[in-house]
């Protein structure tokens, strides 16, 4: 795929740690979900190890994205709050942030491309969101988002490139570590970035020896490429079945992080999207959007050399049309 690098931004003075992960956890208490940990005896044979699966698609709005969404909203001043926010998302985010605005009692406008999930779309203006529609091949939403801030005095509020996002993100690999202790592995889904610098800066903290990695559509290793240039690195519009890692650029401040913290960044097909999620729907009875069989997919890739030890993989969402994820398992 044809890629150019992008001049890197020092974001050093904007990164969050640990702590801030901790301080979203305490803002999060009683209003995110604490969600499961699963474990299939079926894939701990498969694997020959012990797989922990953090269950993220029964978090409220169905995905891990709440957790970074309402700590960033919640942050705001009461007169933020009364200004109101505005998002770009393919879905989940754009969920999370207009849940999280209701909750609060702010409004919410987000940009939300034309050939997003029908569901997802449905979800955003049932929780009170207003919607507007763009083309994300040819349209910049980041740029639509934040021209519409400037213009009418909005709070901006991206989808992961932003320290009380990625740090609410985080909060969900906390979670799995207090719960089943230290791991050798974790493999956390991959788009821009957020629930992967969240969960490293967790992991680091929490199971210091964990090896942490990200994984993204072969279509879009973006991140993938970034990561062996030691710079961001900017692709176009992926075209995958993985609608909420369709990123053509890692964030500034999440790459400082992925790059510091993670040890590699893992790729998967389509195809095997498809199987790991065959497998959930089958073996564990879980609807799990393609994005958020990222993980699965790459450990069961992964298996031969995690063989005996302690896996982690963090579901990042649960939301798709029926229609779309029967046609799918169908294939």
Same mark, same amino acid.
């Given at each position: ?67 970074? !969404?309402?700590?960033?909203? %919640? @942050? ?5 709050? =009364?200004?109101?926010? #505005?998002?770009?998302?393919? /879905? +989940? ?104 610098? !969240?969960?490293?800066?967790? %992991? @680091? ?5 964990? =090896?942490?990695?990200? #994984?993204?559509?072969?279509? /879009? +290793? ?110």
């Amino acid at each position: 795929m044809q890629s150019r690098a992008v001049k890197v931004i020092d974001m050093s003075q904007y990164l969050p740690t640990f702590t801030d992960v901790l301080a979203a956890a305490e803002r999060l208490q009683g209003v995110a979900h604490k969600t499961p940990v699963l474990q299939s005896s079926t894939l701990n044979a498969q694997m020959q190890a012990e797989v922990f699966i953090k269950c993220e698609n029964f978090q409220r709005m169905g995905a891990f994205k709440f957790r970074g !969404g309402f700590n960033a909203l %919640a @942050k705001l001043s009461p007169l933020q709050k =009364q200004a109101g926010v #505005v998002a770009y998302s393919s /879905g +989940n985010h754009a969920q999370a942030v207009a849940l999280s605005a209701r909750i609060l009692k702010m409004p919410a406008t987000i940009f939300m491309p034309h050939d997003a999930s029908p569901s997802k779309l449905a979800a955003t203006k049932a929780y009170g969101a207003k919607v507007i529609g763009y083309d994300r091949y040819s349209e910049d939403a980041s740029a639509l988002a934040a021209q519409l801030a400037q213009d009418q005095g909005l709070n901006f509020i991206p989808p992961f490139d932003h320290p009380d996002v990625l740090s609410g993100q985080g909060t969900a690999a906390l979670e799995l570590f207090e719960e089943v202790g230290e791991l050798d592995a974790l493999f956390v889904c991959l788009g821009g970035g957020g629930l992967l610098s !969240g969960s490293a800066l967790s %992991a @680091k903290a929490k199971s210091p020896l964990c =090896q942490i990695y990200g #994984v993204e559509p072969e279509a /879009g +290793n973006d991140v993938q490429q970034s990561f062996r240039k030691g710079e961001r690195v900017r692709i176009p519009t992926p075209i995958t079945i993985a609608d909420g890692a369709q990123t053509p650029m890692v964030g500034a401040i999440t790459f400082e992080l992925i790059k510091n913290l993670v040890d590699d960044i893992h790729t998967v097909s389509d195809a095997q999207l498809i199987e790991a999620m065959r497998f959930y729907a089958e073996r564990m009875k879980m609807v799990v959007e393609p994005t958020g069989c990222l993980s699965l997919a790459a450990a069961l890739q992964a298996k031969a050399s995690l063989k005996g030890q302690r896996v982690g993989v963090i579901i990042s969402g649960g939301n798709i049309d029926m229609a779309r994820f029967a046609e799918l398992l169908a294939r």
